[in-house]
């Protein structure tokens, strides 16, 4: 879940039929510097950014309306920010208002070039982990953390699971799509055992000898598969490769004890 940030300027009272409104607007402290832009929203006074820092906090920020227009969804980028003046908001929304206020905007967004990502070596095997629960994506993390939301503007794959010495239990999924319970054991990187997937209408991938990917990545193939029911798929082979895939935090959702 992430964490909402929620930041003030000193309130603005105005009067709606009578009634007190009380308008709440971001503050220029804390801005943050760095994040992955999750949405662009041009407005009738600025351009408005919600953007997810590296701690996975989120934040709605004021900016030129030239950044609305950019490509910037899903990307990492370094913010600069400056003072500019904006329609008040006492204006609301009349196009013939002149009433101005001063606010931080972002000027700029520059895109970040995406990390390298680190080698595997013999000490980073899924194999040679302590025993525990873990999620691996197939995205390349700026940091250790990785937001829900950074997770949703990035999409990709997701392996979440719990290892108790060689044996992986854990469901292996895209994110906003179809997953799958996956069990076996693990050698090095790769886990080999059996899958089971529970979907109302779920088709069988492969019921013969021939292995089929589960998806579009090719991380997960699936062979053996018997139709149970209209909402359950059993494949009696399954091989999940997590060699290209990285380490980030194992997140709020528990892995299964068993598929």
Known sequence: MLNQKTRFFPS???????LPLLLIQPSAAQQPTTGTIRSLNAGDRTCYVEVVNDQGEQFTEFANFEICEQNLVGQRVQLTYESGNIQAVSCQGNPDCADTETVMLITQAQVLPAPTAVPQTASSRVQNLPDGNYRYWSGTPSGS?????????????????????NA??????YVDGEAICVQG???????SGNAVQTLRGANVISAGETFQSFGPSGYLQLRRGRQVNPEVVRYGS???????LNRINA???VPPRGC
């Open 185 to 191: 054991q693990v050698n090095g990187n790769t886990v």
């Open 168 to 173: 992986i239990t854990g469901i292996f999924g």
């Open 251 to 253: 997140g709020s959702q």
């Open 12 to 18: 603005i009272a105005l009067s709606v039929f009578g």
């Open 145 to 165: 953390v990785v937001s829900d939301d950074a997770l949703l503007a990035n999409g990709g794959a997701t392996f979440t699971f719990t290892k108790r010495g």
């Open 238 to 244: 399954a091989q999940l490769n997590l060699n290209r």
